[in-house]
T-cell receptor, first 116, second 116 residues
Framework: AQSVSQHNHHVILSEAASLELGCNYSYGGTVNLFWYVQYPGQHLQLLLKYFSGDPLVKGIKGFEAEFIKSKFSFNLRKPSVQWSDTAEYFCAVNAVGSGNTGKLIFGQGTTLQVKP | DTAVSQTPKYLVTQMGNDKSIKCEQNLGHDTMYWYKQDSKKFLKIMFSYNNKELIINETVPNRFSPKSPDKAHLNLHINSLELGDSAVYFC???????????????FGDGTRLSIL
């Protein structure tokens, strides 16, 4: 069965600090990988996604993530966070291949709090 | 224009009641989903419909019954509500891409269900 693990549950940073949120998944086959963000009281929005090709993907708002297949990881990074990045961040995967249903498996989320 | 809209946004009701949550998407997608987000912010798939056909039915009590009158709508009816049903329920939609599933899901604003 697929599962996703986010190592950091609650991260507190000052503005301009660099960010890296860890995400590991367990699945033996090919996966699509996503990072979603949920701002307070809002719906989930897609930050970035990886399907194939360059393992370093760039998303919106200066975020990027790197897929390291050998480590089953898809860590999210941003060189300099802003107060407006305060939100909940979710890593998610779905399986590629016959019989898959598009079902997204989410990690437990990481709460990022950026202090002004 | 709201792409995925859910109603109501808040639902407060008593144990034992029956309630429905509605979801509509105007993106022309043919796959829709229901997710449950618990008090710890963990997101889990409940159901998915593709062109009005049920394709995902996770281990969800029979009290939960999704209905898709057309591919733009996916409603969720819950019978005999229990305290444990308190959560935020998110509707989502995506284009289906066969076995690739690389189309991101677009989420609604969520329905916060509170059982008294």
């Amino acid at each position: 069965a697929q599962s996703v693990s986010q190592h950091n549950h609650h991260v507190i940073l000052s503005e301009a600090a660099s960010l890296e949120l860890g995400c590991n998944y367990s699945y033996g086959g090919t996966v699509n990988l996503f990072w979603y963000v949920q701002y307070p009281g809002q719906h989930l929005q897609l930050l970035l996604k990886y399907f194939s090709g360059d393992p370093l993907v760039k998303g919106i708002k200066g975020f990027e993530a790197e897929f390291i297949k050998s480590k089953f990881s898809f860590n999210l990074r941003k060189p300099s966070v802003q107060w407006s990045d305060t939100a909940e961040y979710f890593c998610a995967v779905n399986a590629v291949g016959s019989g898959n249903t598009g079902k997204l498996i989410f990690g437990q989320g990481t709460t990022l709090q950026v202090k002004p | 224009d709201t792409a995925v809209s859910q109603t109501p946004k808040y639902l407060v009701t008593q144990m034992g009641n029956d309630k429905s949550i509605k979801c509509e998407q105007n993106l022309g997608h043919d796959t829709m989903y229901w997710y449950k987000q618990d008090s710890k912010k963990f997101l889990k798939i409940m159901f998915s419909y593709n062109n009005k056909e049920l394709i995902i039915n996770e281990t969800v009590p029979n009290r939960f019954s999704p209905k898709s009158p057309d591919k733009a709508h996916l409603n969720l009816h819950i019978n005999s509500l229990e305290l444990g049903d308190s959560a935020v329920y998110f509707c989502a939609s995506s284009r289906s891409t066969g076995t690739d599933s690389n189309q991101p899901q677009h989420f609604g604003d969520g329905t916060r269900l509170s059982i008294l």
